[in-house]
Protein backbone atom coordinates (compact mmCIF):
# COMPACT_ATOMS: atom_id res chain seq x y z
CA UNK A 1 0.00 0.00 0.00
CA UNK A 2 2.97 2.06 0.70
CA UNK A 3 4.64 1.82 -2.65
CA UNK A 4 1.35 2.54 -4.60
CA UNK A 5 0.27 5.54 -2.28
CA UNK A 6 4.47 6.70 -3.42
CA UNK A 7 3.66 6.36 -7.01
CA UNK A 8 0.71 8.41 -7.02
CA UNK A 9 2.33 10.88 -4.52
CA UNK A 10 5.41 10.93 -7.48
CA UNK A 11 3.57 10.68 -10.40
CA UNK A 12 3.19 14.42 -10.98
CA UNK A 13 0.24 13.63 -13.07
CA UNK A 14 -0.98 17.29 -13.59
CA UNK A 15 2.05 18.16 -15.00
CA UNK A 16 2.09 15.44 -17.15
CA UNK A 17 -1.07 15.74 -18.57
CA UNK A 18 -0.83 19.46 -18.99
CA UNK A 19 2.47 18.73 -21.07
CA UNK A 20 1.10 16.53 -23.09
CA UNK A 21 -1.86 18.48 -23.75
CA UNK A 22 0.15 21.10 -25.00
CA UNK A 23 2.40 19.06 -27.46
CA UNK A 24 -0.60 17.13 -29.12
CA UNK A 25 -2.31 20.45 -29.09
CA UNK A 26 0.06 22.05 -30.67
CA UNK A 27 0.46 19.27 -33.35
CA UNK A 28 -3.38 18.92 -33.98
CA UNK A 29 -3.90 22.50 -34.16
CA UNK A 30 -0.72 24.60 -35.30
CA UNK A 31 -1.68 27.39 -33.06
CA UNK A 32 1.46 28.35 -30.49
CA UNK A 33 -0.46 27.12 -27.72
CA UNK A 34 1.40 28.46 -24.20
CA UNK A 35 1.71 28.03 -20.95
CA UNK A 36 0.40 30.85 -18.70
CA UNK A 37 2.59 29.72 -15.23
CA UNK A 38 0.34 29.00 -12.05
CA UNK A 39 0.11 31.79 -9.73
CA UNK A 40 -2.15 30.28 -7.45
CA UNK A 41 -5.57 30.40 -9.04
CA UNK A 42 -8.16 28.26 -6.86
CA UNK A 43 -10.96 29.68 -7.63
CA UNK A 44 -12.64 29.87 -10.96
CA UNK A 45 -11.09 32.80 -14.09
CA UNK A 46 -13.41 36.19 -12.94
CA UNK A 47 -12.91 39.47 -15.38
CA UNK A 48 -9.78 41.03 -14.43
CA UNK A 49 -8.01 37.96 -13.29
CA UNK A 50 -5.33 37.76 -15.62
CA UNK A 51 -2.85 40.24 -15.83
CA UNK A 52 -2.69 42.44 -18.36
CA UNK A 53 -0.21 41.54 -20.38
CA UNK A 54 -1.59 37.75 -20.54
CA UNK A 55 -4.43 39.63 -21.29
CA UNK A 56 -3.00 41.14 -24.57
CA UNK A 57 -3.01 38.51 -27.38
CA UNK A 58 -4.90 35.85 -25.32
CA UNK A 59 -8.07 35.52 -26.41
CA UNK A 60 -8.93 31.83 -24.31
CA UNK A 61 -7.92 30.08 -21.61
CA UNK A 62 -8.01 26.22 -20.89
CA UNK A 63 -7.44 25.95 -17.49
CA UNK A 64 -6.80 21.51 -17.27
CA UNK A 65 -6.70 19.30 -14.02
CA UNK A 66 -6.75 16.16 -12.68
CA UNK A 67 -10.03 15.86 -10.62
CA UNK A 68 -9.12 12.77 -9.05
CA UNK A 69 -7.63 9.16 -9.23
CA UNK A 70 -7.64 6.17 -7.57
CA UNK A 71 -7.73 2.00 -7.70
CA UNK A 72 -11.13 0.97 -7.71
CA UNK A 73 -12.34 -2.80 -7.77
CA UNK A 74 -13.16 -3.93 -10.86
CA UNK A 75 -16.20 -5.44 -12.05
CA UNK A 76 -14.47 -8.93 -12.27
CA UNK A 77 -13.28 -9.28 -9.12
CA UNK A 78 -15.21 -11.30 -6.84
CA UNK A 79 -16.17 -8.65 -4.18
CA UNK A 80 -19.30 -8.32 -2.57
CA UNK A 81 -19.04 -4.29 -2.63
CA UNK A 82 -16.73 -1.25 -2.81
CA UNK A 83 -14.71 -1.54 -0.09
CA UNK A 84 -15.48 -4.88 1.12
CA UNK A 85 -13.30 -7.65 0.60
CA UNK A 86 -14.44 -11.32 0.06
CA UNK A 87 -12.70 -13.66 2.02
CA UNK A 88 -12.49 -15.58 -0.97
CA UNK A 89 -10.33 -13.56 -2.95
CA UNK A 90 -7.79 -12.08 -0.99
CA UNK A 91 -6.41 -10.33 -4.08
CA UNK A 92 -9.01 -8.78 -5.82
CA UNK A 93 -8.68 -7.53 -9.35
CA UNK A 94 -8.04 -3.26 -9.44
CA UNK A 95 -8.49 -0.46 -11.62
CA UNK A 96 -7.31 2.78 -11.83
CA UNK A 97 -9.40 5.63 -12.61
CA UNK A 98 -8.39 9.01 -13.37
CA UNK A 99 -10.68 11.88 -13.98
CA UNK A 100 -9.84 15.22 -15.70
CA UNK A 101 -11.51 18.24 -16.24
CA UNK A 102 -10.76 20.98 -19.21
CA UNK A 103 -12.63 24.37 -18.75
CA UNK A 104 -12.26 27.26 -21.50
CA UNK A 105 -12.84 31.16 -20.27
CA UNK A 106 -12.34 33.81 -22.48
CA UNK A 107 -9.24 35.97 -20.96
CA UNK A 108 -11.09 39.34 -21.08
CA UNK A 109 -13.76 38.63 -18.99
CA UNK A 110 -13.46 35.06 -17.46
CA UNK A 111 -17.02 33.54 -18.89
CA UNK A 112 -17.07 30.20 -19.29
CA UNK A 113 -17.17 29.31 -23.07
CA UNK A 114 -17.04 25.27 -22.42
CA UNK A 115 -16.12 22.99 -20.00
CA UNK A 116 -15.14 19.07 -20.33
CA UNK A 117 -14.45 15.93 -18.20
CA UNK A 118 -12.46 12.82 -19.37
CA UNK A 119 -12.09 9.79 -17.55
CA UNK A 120 -9.58 6.62 -18.05
CA UNK A 121 -9.86 3.21 -17.06
CA UNK A 122 -7.06 1.77 -17.49
CA UNK A 123 -6.51 -1.97 -17.41
CA UNK A 124 -7.39 -4.97 -14.53
CA UNK A 125 -4.30 -6.02 -12.41
CA UNK A 126 -4.73 -7.70 -9.25
CA UNK A 127 -3.70 -5.91 -5.96
CA UNK A 128 0.09 -8.22 -5.92
CA UNK A 129 0.62 -7.02 -9.19
CA UNK A 130 0.07 -3.27 -8.47
CA UNK A 131 2.43 -3.15 -5.53
CA UNK A 132 4.73 -5.51 -7.10
CA UNK A 133 8.73 -3.68 -8.35
CA UNK A 134 7.34 -0.52 -6.07
CA UNK A 135 4.30 -0.51 -7.60
CA UNK A 136 5.75 0.00 -11.00
CA UNK A 137 2.06 -0.67 -13.05
CA UNK A 138 0.61 1.98 -11.10
CA UNK A 139 3.36 4.05 -12.79
CA UNK A 140 3.32 2.97 -16.39
CA UNK A 141 -0.96 3.36 -16.32
CA UNK A 142 -0.05 6.88 -14.85
CA UNK A 143 1.76 7.75 -17.63
CA UNK A 144 -1.11 6.07 -20.36
CA UNK A 145 -3.39 8.12 -18.65
CA UNK A 146 -1.92 11.54 -18.93
CA UNK A 147 -1.72 10.63 -22.46
CA UNK A 148 -5.16 9.33 -23.05
CA UNK A 149 -6.95 12.36 -20.89
CA UNK A 150 -4.70 14.70 -22.43
CA UNK A 151 -5.58 13.49 -26.38
CA UNK A 152 -9.26 13.31 -25.26
CA UNK A 153 -9.41 16.74 -24.11
CA UNK A 154 -7.35 18.13 -27.17
CA UNK A 155 -10.29 16.39 -29.83
CA UNK A 156 -12.99 17.43 -27.39
CA UNK A 157 -11.55 21.53 -27.75
CA UNK A 158 -10.06 21.66 -31.04
CA UNK A 159 -12.79 19.03 -33.03
CA UNK A 160 -12.38 15.32 -34.68
CA UNK A 161 -10.54 12.23 -32.81
CA UNK A 162 -7.14 11.19 -32.12
CA UNK A 163 -6.27 7.25 -32.07
CA UNK A 164 -4.92 6.77 -28.45
CA UNK A 165 -4.12 3.17 -27.22
CA UNK A 166 -5.74 4.54 -23.70
CA UNK A 167 -9.44 4.27 -22.39
CA UNK A 168 -10.24 8.00 -21.88
CA UNK A 169 -14.26 8.75 -21.80
CA UNK A 170 -16.73 11.71 -21.59
CA UNK A 171 -18.31 11.22 -18.48
Known sequence: ETAIQTALAESNLEEALRDRFLKIGRARTGRSLVLIPD????????????PPKISRGVDTVVELGVQGFRLELSHRSAVGAIGALNPADPDPGLTLTV??????????????????TARYR?????????????????????????????????????GGSIDTSGAAAAL
Open 39 to 50: RGWTAPVKAGTF
Open 99 to 116: TARARVVRAVDGSELSIH
Open 122 to 158: GGVRRYADWVANNAQDVREELDRASESLAADIVARLF
